[in-house]
């Protein structure tokens, strides 16, 4: 620092004492590494990073706009002032207690630390959206696991200043820190877990955004719509919201449909009970019947000679409807049986998968055909098994009323 020497003799030379001298060489040094170092952040933000910028805007890829984006550069620039006053702190200070400069050392170590911290912070963030923006990566639930690393960075780097503000080693603090390791454990025991159910969640492909899930027990039935580090929010479809912690989503049980959305169709299954006093054999009259119901041609055809049931030929028809439908999938299970006779009838179980997933068509259309069903039941001489009613038992009692019981 040849100029600040230069001072110093002249004030000397013009009688000034040599302390004032001194000081006043260095306070024209501190304005020099301020001067240095705002020079440095307006040349860094005015000309480097729009540089930068333009160079990112003109590439193909996507991912550098986003590690590059002006927020990650407006945190590079906050660390240019105090790094550039930090390497020059020492040459124009070259005793450590001369002016204070070990305090100013300080300081400006842990301005650089926690720019550091803000710099880090900003790119995983903007990691987290590059993540994000694939296509086969999105939805993934790892914003709990952004999260975790964003409280163990800023855990260790606020231990760091703190160690440089103290004089002490960070190394020292973290040892002491672990003495206490199970107060600590127990004050972030919900983020431990829930950094762990990310991971599993994660590692298993258990859940994601945009899945629809039913976990009764915490009265969630709807889409997934975050998943964060201490909880996973479901928007239900009467439009409430239900908060679950990630560990319950791997310790409990709970439905994920999203298999059923992403597959060819999605399974109707509803019975219908048959009285099973209506159940007989087929007479010749009924046969010629059941000829004018195209559907029931092929299968009349096949049978033809064989002794045929009222509820076996609705059994057939019933197949043919179903599979004469567009919207029931031809690749899936398509089928209607009986089921085990009960005190309420002989069920007629309907099982097939509907191509339409989503849920008021699916409703609809399976309100459709369960009419369709409920139509054509007479016309095969069955009928729906149904308790009696109130009016059911009046009608019995006036049809069994005769005047000789008459008091």
């Known amino acids: 620092m040849n100029i600040l020497e230069t001072i110093n003799h002249c004030l ?7 302390s004032t001298a001194n000081a006043v060489d260095n306070a024209v040094a501190f304005f020099l590494i301020v001067l240095a170092a705002l020079l ?16 990112v805007k003109k ?3 996507t991912w550098d706009d986003v590690l590059f984006s002006p927020k990650v550069m407006t945190r590079i620039s906050h660390i240019v002032a105090p790094l550039v006053a930090y390497i020059l702190l020492p040459i124009a200070f070259p005793e450590p207690t001369a002016g204070g400069t070990d305090l100013l050392r300080r300081i400006l170590l842990v301005c650089l630390q926690l720019g550091f911290l803000w710099l880090v912070d900003a790119l995983l963030r ?27 960075c800023w855990f260790v780097g606020l231990v760091i200043v703190v160690g440089t503000l103290i004089g002490q080693s960070p190394w020292a603090l973290l040892t002491g820190l672990g003495a206490s390791a199970a107060i600590l454990m127990l004050v972030f025991k919900d983020s431990i877990m829930g950094f762990v159910s ?9 859940l994601k955004v945009g899945d629809w899930i039913k976990m ?25 919201i239900t908060t679950i912690p990630p560990y319950a989503l791997v310790s409990d049980s709970f439905e994920n449909w999203q298999a059923m959305r992403d597959s060819g169709g999605r399974r109707i ?12 054999f087929c007479t010749p009259e009924m046969i010629a019947h059941f000829h004018t119901i195209p559907l029931l041609t092929p299968y009349l055809e096949q049978m033809q000679g064989q002794q045929l049931t009222n509820l076996g030929v609705l059994r057939a028809y019933l197949v043919a409807y179903l599979s004469s439908l567009p919207v029931v999938s031809r690749d899936l299970h398509c089928m209607v049986r009986q089921l085990q006779p009960t005190a309420e009838g002989v069920p007629l179980e309907l099982y097939c998968f509907s191509t339409v997933k989503e849920w008021v068509p699916y409703e609809n259309i399976q309100s459709d055909i369960f009419d369709h069903v409920l139509a054509i039941v007479p016309e095969f001489g069955l009928r729906i098994f149904q308790s ?3 009016l059911d038992l009046q009608r019995m009692q006036s049809t069994s009323f005769t005047p000789n019981n008459k008091k």
């Open 388 to 390: 009696p009613s109130g």
């Open 269 to 280: 299954k509803r019975s219908i009970n048959i009285d099973v006093n209506t159940v007989r």
């Open 59 to 61: 590439t193909k890829a």
């Open 12 to 18: 000397q030379s013009w009688g000034v004492p040599a």
């Open 40 to 55: 440095a952040d307006i040349l860094c933000r005015r000309f480097v990073l729009p540089a930068i910028g333009h160079v």
């Open 216 to 240: 009764p027990k915490h009265g969630a039935d709807g889409i997934v719509t975050e998943v964060t580090l201490a909880t996973v929010k479901v928007r239900n479809w009467d439009n409430t």
């Open 198 to 206: 990310g991971v599993q969640l994660s590692a298993n492909d258990m």
């Open 126 to 152: 903007a990691l987290y959206q590059v993540y994000s923006a694939h296509e086969a990566l999105r939805g993934r639930p790892v914003k709990g696991l952004l999260q975790t690393s964003l409280v163990i």
